[in-house]
């Protein structure tokens, strides 16, 4: 029974197409993340939700858009790619913030 | 801002310790300190976390400095499997940062 699991798992697509990234946790999490992990492997947080609700919003560019239908999902809508978009992006949840964190196995994205 | 520093790299023979440090010169009072530990093409795994005593569990040790500016992971007796990026990460209201990862070779 997967934990976190995010769809797809590959995603290649042309710049200036709009995707989405899919998101759900079986654990009865709270708090719900996105990461970005660019080529040189630097993890950065992107959004957090608990409860549905926005907690946490790094300078991420708008056309970046969080969406939590509610606390099990949090899915990614990503508008107009771009090339440098391309990077792996993981989900995590934890309890509530602060607590350990369970990841997906990440969301490879390729922009041509 | 916020802030964690990990050497690049380290190495290791299997069964010896491992101690991987990180320095987080800048946190906060609330903030935690977390490792995650990442395999080639998996997410980050949770290692350990703790946020002024040391703690132990059953993957590792976690020593946190008195200061809480610096912290070290150890791995009291390496395999194989342990080869990985190691992530310091701090977590406190409205903050996650993770830093660059340290990448363990064990050697057999």
């Known amino acids: 029974d997967t934990a976190v699991s995010q769809t797809p798992k590959y995603l290649v697509t042309q710049m200036g197409n709009d995707k989405s990234i899919k998101c759900e946790q079986n654990l009865g999490h709270d708090t719900m993340y996105w990461y970005k992990q660019d080529s040189k492997k630097f993890l950065k947080i992107m959004f957090s939700?608990?409860?549905?609700?926005?907690?946490i919003n790094e300078t991420v560019p708008n056309r970046f858009s969080p969406k939590s239908p509610d606390k099990a999902h949090l899915n990614l809508h990503i508008n107009s790619l771009e090339l440098g978009d391309s990077a792996v992006y993981f989900c995590a949840s934890s309890q509530v913030l602060n607590q350990p964190q369970h990841f997906g196995d990440g969301t490879r994205l390729s922009i041509l | 801002d916020a802030k964690t520093t990990q050497p690049n790299s380290m190495e290791s023979n299997e069964e010896e310790p491992v101690h991987l440090p990180c320095n987080h010169s800048?946190?906060?009072?609330?903030?935690?300190i977390h490792w995650y530990r990442q395999l080639p093409s998996q997410g980050p795994e949770y290692v350990i976390h703790g946020l002024t005593s040391n703690v132990n569990n059953r993957m590792a040790s976690l020593a946190i400095a008195e200061d809480r500016k610096s912290s070290t992971l150890i791995l009291h007796r390496a395999t194989l499997r342990d080869a990985a990026v190691y992530y310091c990460s701090l977590q406190g209201a409205q903050k996650l940062v993770f830093g660059q990862g340290t990448r363990l070779t064990i050697n057999p």
């Open positions: 800048t946190i906060s009072g609330t903030d935690y």
């Open positions: 939700y608990n409860n549905k609700e926005l907690i």
